[in-house]
């Protein structure tokens, strides 16, 4: 460049001492200096674009995930709708006490078992115990005037009518001290049932009587799901029935069985109490909030295991095989079925769906599918 430059100075000179007319060199000075100029922009763009060129960066290649997959198909479930309900001990009583009287002594515990016919708490009896007194003695006073009179019938001293009230007295004492005895056993509050105390209302120095709650046992042994269920789908509910339960706290299913079913509805709700009987289970215990779903009709769903199902953050995707690659498809998934769960949306029937180390996958990632 500095060569061309000098090249054309000198020109420009050589031209000068032609000895041409002045107005004409100052045209031609004119004409090399903007020649200059333009070289020298040309050769400063040439400069600047005449760096080492950038290396090209490229995508890093995807290793080859090795993954099972299983065609999507559609399969036939019941529909259900979810009720709410609660789990209680098919056998409860809240125990009161038949006559009125201080509590002198509170065996019951919360949580403490006990057997039928074991006494929990006991009343203060002393006024029927006077009264049990009483009635023995006139039992024992009506009792040596029937055996006299007896005796007396015998030898004619006495008439049938006098021996007929004498007898009549004695029924009337012995009526009398087997109502004692009975008040005084009303003292004594018992366990009606095998079961546990869940709750103790009262305690020693409470006053109790008729119609107010001391103690209440339940059998955990026998367990219920009630649940209230809309009048618009009681008809596919029947005795005998069998419908899955979910209970908070116990693990899987439960598979209740309908054992009563409310004759009439309630007015306020316009819905009907339903009992389900439940199997044993770890973890199952009374008062638990659970879910029951009642049979509605059977309808074709699309289902995919619950393993293809890959959640990152509110997102829903399942990963689908094509041409040896993995393509990511977001879904929105139903309810979960056994071990599957129902696609709404976002998969079609008969795609391969990866099952198996889905949630390590990347869009577009080579996969080589295991048989």
């Given amino acids: 460049m500095r060569t061309i430059l000098r090249s054309l100075l000198h020109c420009g000179s050589g031209v000068a001492r032609r000895g041409r007319a002045r107005s004409d060199l100052r045209f031609q000075i004119s004409d090399f200096r903007g020649l200059i100029l333009a070289l020298a922009l040309v050769a400063a763009l040439a400069a600047g674009c005449g760096g080492q060129e950038r290396p090209v960066t490229q ?9 099972r997959a299983q065609k999507a198909e559609l399969a036939k479930h019941i529909a259900t709708e979810e009720t709410v309900g609660t789990v209680r001990s098919k056998l409860r009583a809240q125990l009161e006490a038949k006559v009125a009287g201080r509590i002198l002594e509170m065996r019951a515990v919360a949580g403490q078992p006990v057997k039928a016919g074991e006494v929990l708490a006991r009343l203060d009896a002393q006024e029927i115990r006077a009264r049990l007194d009483q009635a023995l003695a006139t039992q024992a006073q009506a009792d040596s005037d029937l055996k006299r009179y007896t005796a007396l019938l015998k030898q004619t001293a006495a008439t049938e009518a006098e021996f007929d009230a004498v007898q009549a007295r004695a029924r009337v004492a012995n009526a009398a001290v087997k109502e004692a005895q009975t008040m005084l056993g009303y003292t004594d509050i018992q366990a009606p049932f095998d079961g546990v105390v869940t709750r103790k209302l009262a305690d020693v120095g409470d006053l109790a009587a008729p119609g107010k709650p001391l ?16 009048e618009a789908i009681m008809g596919t509910v029947k005795l005998g029935a069998t419908m899955p339960v979910r209970v908070s706290g116990c693990d899987g299913v439960l598979q209740g069985k309908v054992s009563e079913i409310a004759p009439a509805a309630d007015p306020n709700t316009r819905t009907f109490r339903v009992k389900l009987d439940l199997p044993p ?19 074709a769903t699309l289902c995919v295991p619950a393993s293809a199902l890959v959640r990152r953050g509110d997102l829903e995707m399942v990963f689908v095989v094509a041409d040896g690659h993995a393509q990511m498809r977001l879904v929105k998934a139903g309810r979960h079925v056994g071990g599957e769960v129902e696609i709404a949306s976002g998969l079609s029937p008969g795609e391969a769906v990866v099952t198996e180390n889905a949630g390590l996958l990347v869009d577009g990632q080579p996969v080589d599918v295991k048989p």
């Fill in 59 to 67: 995508a890093p290649v995807l290793p080859t995930a090795t993954v």
């Fill in 215 to 230: 103690v209440d046992v339940e059998d955990p042994s026998h367990l219920q799901f009630e649940t209230d269920i809309p």
């Fill in 281 to 299: 289970a770890s973890g199952l215990r009374a008062g638990q909030f659970g879910r029951a779903e009642v049979p509605l009709a059977e309808t």
